[in-house]
């Protein structure tokens, strides 16, 4: 079957740096997104790789290993704020458009004053 | 703004009644879908569509239904077919089948039967 595994919690710092880890197992692979999704509220979009490497938006970075089946959401200079749970996501690879993704269950990030 | 309105924020639906939730996006997306969320769970699609008066099953369609009569309305009606309704709903709509600018969400609707 196609899924995504994500560790369930994460407990990091405020200032700190954290890593929330994502591999997929799929039958084929278009891309791998990251969402932010606070309490209550609404997910949203933080970035997209598509090829291998880290890609920075900020304080937060995307890397993927398409070899490795793997990527990762870094967090850098932790805010209280950036406590939500994090989510990855890659295109079902048995449709043919990106319509339809495949979720992973979400990594809530607990952070520490 | 631009952005995505669902309504309402709480909905309690008896056991055997219909409800629909309203979804209105002025993002100009051709793209719309929807997604239940359970507690410890990832997304599941629901329904989604592509362009006016055409829409596909997701994962879960099963006692639901939508329509896509305008570009900027896709409600969602969860029917008494649906015999686990208790989730939160959510809303979303994108830029066509492109990923590079993902999905813009709505803030969801909380779905509880009584």
């Known amino acids: 079957g196609q899924s995504l595994e994500q560790p369930s919690e994460v407990t990091a710092v405020e200032g700190a740096i954290v890593q929330i880890n994502c591999t997929y197992q799929?039958?084929?692979?278009?891309?791998l997104s990251w969402y932010q999704q606070h309490d209550g509220g609404a997910p949203t979009f933080l970035s997209y790789?598509?090829l291998d490497g880290l890609e920075e938006t900020g304080r937060f970075s995307s890397f993927l290993s398409r070899s490795d089946s793997y990527g990762y959401l870094l967090l850098q200079e932790l805010q209280m704020k950036d406590s939500a749970s994090y989510f990855c996501a890659v295109r079902d690879p048995r449709r043919d458009s990106n319509y339809q993704l495949i979720w992973g269950a979400g990594t809530k990030l607990i952070i520490k004053p | 703004d631009g952005g995505i309105t669902q309504s309402p924020k709480y909905l309690f639906r008896k056991e055997g009644q219909n409800v629909t939730l309203s979804c209105e996006q002025n993002?100009?997306?051709?793209?719309m879908y929807w997604y239940r969320q359970d507690p410890g769970q990832g997304l599941r699609l629901i329904y989604y569509s592509q362009i006016v008066n055409d829409f596909q099953k997701g994962d879960i369609a099963e006692g639901y239904s939508v329509s896509r009569e305008k570009k900027e309305s896709f409600p969602l009606t969860v029917t008494s077919a649906q015999k686990n309704p208790t989730a939160f709903y959510l809303c979303a709509s994108s830029i066509g089948d492109i990923p590079n600018y993902g999905y813009t969400f709505g803030s969801g609707t909380r779905l509880t039967v009584v």
């Open positions: 790789n598509a």
């Open positions: 993002l100009n997306h051709d793209a």
């Open positions: 799929t039958s084929g692979f278009y891309g």
